[in-house]
């Protein structure tokens, strides 16, 4: 059995923590920062034993140096092709890493666009994606390309439906916030806002989604549908002639009118 929890850095990132019960270790994927891991680990009497990191972005690499030096023989897994300080095993597609203090078999799948080498670890019923997809939203374009994230949107689309998807930020009502832009008639998107509001005011994130859910509320794996590629056409005023440039123009849309 596999332990999943959230630990929270900055002002709206989540670090998550792999526990195996009756381990002493645990696993850190994405520490932006070290020390809300280190109060987890002291809180529960365990030390670090991995740190599984998704891409190069600083709030998602910060705490890795500071937690090598509290713990010195800390296995750091991290995207073959982008440069990351610490990083002691570069993992390509398809590589299934042997992470020391755990008892789970994860795939690593490349899937980069908001960076040109971000990855993602698949197994055990989850995937932790990192900024390629968040619930109800999508990453955006800092170093890979449009037609590059679409593609990896895709692949994480064609995953089994109730694949739990662990991102790195609580963004789910913003992102919806967008999504009803682009489907303004979707029922099923203001009833997923009611839900994330309901959690978030009770002190709980949005945080796992299902990917079914995601298939039925974010804009951004639904580029293929008739009345999504009709809302892309209305905003950019031409015709788009497949996923990829439907994909574009909603996520130009996004970033130009909405954040």
Not at 13 to 33: C, K, R, Y
Not at 59 to 82: I, N, R, S, W, Y
Not at 232 to 259: C, I, M, N, P, Q
């Amino acid at each position: 059995m596999l332990e999943i929890t959230p630990v929270k850095a900055f002002k709206d990132n989540f670090i998550w923590m792999l526990h195996n019960p009756g381990s002493e270790t645990a696993v850190a994927v994405d520490p932006g920062q070290s020390e809300p891991v280190l109060a987890w680990l002291k809180s529960r009497g365990l030390r670090l034993s991995a740190i599984l990191i998704t891409h190069k972005h600083i709030d998602h690499t910060g705490g890795v140096m500071d937690l090598q030096f509290a713990f010195p023989k800390v296995a750091v897994f991290g995207p073959a092709h982008e440069t990351i300080r610490g990083i002691k095993s570069r993992l390509k597609e398809g590589d299934h890493p042997d992470i020391p203090g755990l008892q789970a078999d994860f795939e690593v799948m490349e899937v980069p666009g908001h960076t040109e080498g971000h990855i993602a670890y698949y197994g055990e019923g989850v995937l932790f994606c990192g900024d390629t997809l968040f619930s109800a939203g999508c990453g955006g374009i800092f170093g890979g390309t449009h037609e590059q994230m679409h593609d990896s949107l895709q692949r994480i689309a064609a995953l089994p439906p109730e694949t739990q998807l662990y991102c790195a930020h609580e963004y789910t009502l913003a992102n919806l916030g967008f999504a009803k832009w682009v489907e303004p008639e979707s029922k099923a998107i203001p009833a997923r806002e009611q839900e994330a509001q309901a959690l978030l005011a009770k002190g709980e994130n949005s945080v796992p989604s299902l990917l079914q859910t995601e298939l039925q509320t974010n804009p951004f794996l639904r580029v293929g549908l008739p009345n999504v590629k009709a809302a892309a056409e209305k905003y950019v005023g031409h015709s788009l002639a497949d996923g990829a440039e439907v994909f574009t123009a909603v996520r130009r849309w996004k970033d130009r009118e909405y954040d």
